[in-house]
Nanobody
Framework: QVRLVESGGGLVQAGGSLRLSCALS????????MAWFRQAPGKEREFVAH?????????YLANSVKGRFTISRDNAKNTVYLQMNSLKPEETAIYYC????????????????????WGQGTQVTVSS
């Protein structure tokens, strides 16, 4: 069983920064594809960022966060990070970490149903 635990959320002013962490435990592999999603109240869960489980660590970001967010991983620590800069009030949401035990390609990277394992989420609140 794979367990994901997010941390690092909190309250920040608009324009501020936060770094989210996702710790993996259990039957995990550095080859897992990992992603971050977010869900605001009354809205569907949406894709934020993806990092491949290969040595090349290809990354993909939603257009709305490009230039401001960065996803990275430290396989020695079994941890995935989401660095968020220049945060906006509309990005207030619960942020979830997800894992897929297989390579994902194309638009499947952005699909909630592609990921087998999810964390409990961490709240990010951006005040105006």
């Amino acid at each position: 069983q794979v367990r994901l635990v997010e941390s690092g959320g909190g309250l920040v002013q608009a324009g501020g920064s936060l770094r989210l962490s996702c710790a993996l435990s259990g039957r995990t592999s550095s080859s897992y594809d990992m992603a971050w999603f977010r869900q605001a109240p009354g809205k569907e869960r949406e894709f934020v960022a993806h990092i491949s489980g290969t040595t090349t660590d290809y990354t993909y970001l939603a257009n709305s966060v490009k230039g401001r967010f960065t996803i990275s991983r430290d396989n020695a620590k079994n941890t995935v990070y989401l660095q968020m800069n220049s945060l906006k009030p509309e990005e207030t949401a619960i942020y979830y970490c997800a894992a897929a035990p297989r390579p994902t390609y194309g638009t499947r990277r952005y699909a909630v149903e592609n990921y087998d394992y999810w964390g409990q989420g961490t709240q990010v609140t951006v005040s105006s």
